[in-house]
């Protein structure tokens, strides 16, 4: 009885141990969370200035990754310090196939609203070769373009307008700061904002009482994810 006392104290000393140590690493793992989105958040800008004021297209090959590289430069930019990320799908080639923490939004509700029948058809197969041009975002610094994703992810986008629910799904809302490692509803995560800043938001407060990933002031305000 006295050996498994002395083994369930061990056992507690060693899972606050870690959390302290996991706590303490945290500061500057999500500091350099915070430097790689500002990197790509600025990378975004430049490629939206050399391309008649767009931003990426919702397309695969090459995809928002490879697209933006020359001005970011080092792979592991796309790293949050804090995750260990999965790889995307086989198919994907150089800095689309690299791992990767982060994921761009994909501006669905705009698109939806903007496009043709047969574009939008274009749009949900990742044909439509467009991004979205900067000026159609009207609240760049309160609209979300790069968050964390989950770690498991592989997306490349946050669809909004095709069902999938990403917002809700695909992203990491709790990646820093939690109160517990193993408590998911606390933290918060780091989000570039289509204005180039980087913002820190609690768990989901991206989401509501305005969804920051949609454009259109009728997505934003009656959002009805849980």
Known sequence: ?????????????????????????EPGQHIGCANNLRQLGVAMLIYSSENDGMFPPRM????????????????????CPNDIPALPIPSLVGADSAPRSYIINGWDDYFRTTLSISDWIDFTSHQWP?????????????????????????????????????????????????????????????????????VFLKYRSALAPTNLWYVTDLYRTNWSGQ
């Open 1 to 25: 009885m006295e050996l498994f006392i002395v083994l369930g104290v061990l056992a507690m000393l060693t899972t606050t141990l870690l959390t302290a140590m996991a706590l303490s690493r």
């Open 130 to 198: 467009f991004g979205i041009p900067e000026q159609s975002i009207p609240r760049p610094s309160q609209t979300i373009a790069l968050g964390e994703k989950i770690t498991e992810s592989s997306n490349l986008n946050v669809d909004t307008g095709l069902g999938n629910d990403d917002d809700l799904l695909q992203v990491e809302y709790s990646r820093h700061f939690r109160s517990n490692p193993a408590k998911m509803a606390s933290g918060g995560s780091n989000f570039a904002m289509a204005d180039g800043h980087v």
């Open 60 to 79: 695969v090959r090459p995809s928002w990754p490879a697209r933006l590289q020359p001005y970011y430069k080092d792979l592991l930019t796309l790293r």
